[in-house]
């Protein structure tokens, strides 16, 4: 996926999770913010972002979109939206399911809607997840050091509830998955952010024994386009 007219800018400040002001060419501006999470580890005074220009728009309150941000050599894409939009490309072209598989964003199935379905014949389900949260866990060398991507970054009942519904489509005999989008790459692996969201690392780990297969892909990420790249270990 690919953003148009991508220009740099400086972070001020977040006065509320909708909107941010930044220095743009020498002048305060105030932009749309793409993700109303916390974000709080990378929204930081004097941050490098990126802002996609939506030009003259008499419907909008702000000309530009934060899409991403630098923290320290990491590049990473903070745009809610663009993790599904990636996926979607991932999976059409033939990643995950079959080449030829017909996929249809945005399935209703019983009480939810999932992000994707996908018919193999038969019918499965994905949800996509995007992460911008990373850590640096000291270890001792091997593969339980590193940079550490985790989800969620905020406690989210509604994703825990995803996840119960999948383990039960498992367990049904359907075909079940939850596809973790890293806005980023280099990290080491992807593990549920238990300290912040224990009844969703439970979910997760539940949906695991009934089935439901775990996956997370890196992105390579540049200020105009984000792209599933490689799978990442998942520590459950």
Known sequence: MR????????????????IAHVELDGRAETVHVKNTGRCRELLVPGARVYLADAGA????????????????????????QAPNAAALEFLRAG????????????????????DFSAFTPALALLEVKGVTLVETRSAPPGPMGGDVALFPDAPTARGAKHLRELAAFAEGGGAAYVLF?????????F????????????ALRGAAKAGVRILAYD??????????????????
């Open 3 to 18: 953003y148009e007219r991508v220009v740099p800018a400086r972070f001020i400040a977040r006065p509320n999770r909708f």
């Open 57 to 80: 728009n008499a419907a909008r309150r702000t000309r530009y979109d934060l899409i991403a941000v630098e923290r320290g050599s990491r590049l990473i894409n903070m745009d809610s």
């Open 95 to 114: 990643n995950i399911f079959p080449p030829g598989t017909e996929i249809k964003p945005e399935f209703r199935y019983g009480p939810s809607r999932f």
């Open 181 to 189: 989008v890293i806005q980023t790459a280099g990290v080491a692996y």
């Open 191 to 202: 593990a549920p952010n238990e300290a912040t969201d224990q009844a969703f690392a439970a």
């Open 219 to 236: 992105c390579r990420v540049t200020p105009e386009s984000m792209a599933l790249d490689a799978p990442v270990p998942v520590r459950l």
